[in-house]
C-alpha cells in the first residue's frame, strides 16, 4: 500500500501529537507531586503552560487545523477524527486552536518576565505576577476577537444536493473534505490578523532574550564567590531555558514571515506553507513539555546553588 503525502502527514500528526499529549501529562504529574519548587506562583505558571500544551495538542489531534494557504489567511481542518463531520464545529476547533496557539506563544515570556522580577529583582509577590498575568489574558482576549471576526461559517447546499462550506466567500466543494476559512488578501481582518501574530511572536522572542540577559548579568555580580561547577551548571541551565522558549517561537513565527515574503512576491504555496504551520504548532506541543521536564528534573539543583548565593527566601 502507497501512502500519499496526506497520509503521512496525518500518521505524523497523530503519532506526535499522542507523544506530546503523553509528555503534558507527565509533566503535571511532576509538577503536582515531584517539584520541589517553594515558589506556589511559578509552579501555577509551569502548570498552566503545561495545560495549554496539552489542550492544544488535543485539538490538533481531533482536527488537525493547519496553518495558512496562498491567496489570503486560510486555516484548513483536513484529516482529524472530528473534522468535516459539521461546519460548526470545524469553526470551535478552528477557533480554539488559532486561541490557544496565541496564548501559548505569549504564555512563554510571562514565565521568563516572572523569572526576571525573581531573580533580579527580588520580587515574587502574587500582585504583580497577577498583573503581568492580566496584560497576557488582555491580549489574548484581542487575538481572540480577531480571530473570530474572520471566522464566519455557513453551510450551503447546491441543487444537485452536494454539501458546500461557505467561509468569508470562500467556498470549497465537500468531497475534498478540506474546509477553508479565510479572508480576501486586501482584507483587513487578514492584516489584523498578521499584524498581531508577528507582533506576538517577534515581541515574545524579545522580552525572552532580554530578560535572560538581564538574569545572567545579574548572575554574574556575585558569580566568582561560586565554584566554577555551580557556574557552569548555572550557564547550561540558561541555554537550556533560552532554547526551551526560542525554538516554539522561531518555529511558529517563521510560517508566518514566508507567508509574507510570499505574497510579496507572488509566489504562495499552499500545501506546503500549511504543513510548515501544523508542524510548527506540534514543536510547540512536543518539545514544550519535553524541555520543561528536563527543566524540572535536571537543573533544579541550579537554581537552589543560585539562589542561595545571594537570594534569601525565595523558595
Known sequence: MTLDRNQVHHITETFVNGLSILFNCSLLYLIKYHSTFGIKVYRLL???????????????????????????????????????????????????????????VLWIPVQFVYRYRLLCKNEHSIKA??????????????????????CEVREEFQSDGQLVINLNNWVQPDDTKIFFTGAPIRDWRMIAWLLLWTTTCAGSIVIVIWCEMKIMSNFNQFGKAISVA?????????????????????????????????????????PTLSGTMSMAATCVTFF??????????????????????????LW
Open 288 to 313: 514544550n513539555p519535553l524541555t520543561t521536564i528536563l527543566f524540572l528534573r535536571c537543573y533544579r539543583r541550579v537554581l537552589f546553588s543560585m539562589v542561595a548565593c545571594g537570594k534569601k527566601n
Open 230 to 270: 555551580t557556574r557552569r551548571m548555572h550557564k547550561e541551565f540558561n541555554r537550556a531555558l533560552l532554547a526551551m522558549a526560542i525554538c516554539p517561537l522561531v518555529t511558529t513565527t517563521g510560517p508566518v514571515f514566508y507567508y509574507i515574503f510570499a505574497i510579496a512576491f507572488q509566489q504562495c504555496s499552499g
Open 129 to 150: 505576577t497577577c498583573s503581568i498575568v492580566a496584560i497576557a489574558t488582555i491580549y489574548s482576549a484581542v487575538a481572540l476577537f480577531v480571530i473570530v471576526s474572520f
Open 46 to 104: 509551569l502548570t498552566v503552560d503545561a495545560l495549554l500544551d496539552l489542550c492544544l495538542g488535543i485539538v490538533v489531534l481531533l482536527g488537525q487545523p493547519i496553518g495558512m494557504t496562498g491567496g489570503g489567511i486560510t486555516i484548513i481542518i483536513s484529516n482529524g477524527f472530528f473534522s468535516g463531520r459539521s461546519a460548526t464545529l470545524d469553526s470551535i476547533l478552528i477557533t480554539t486552536w488559532s486561541f490557544i496557539l496565541h496564548t501559548n
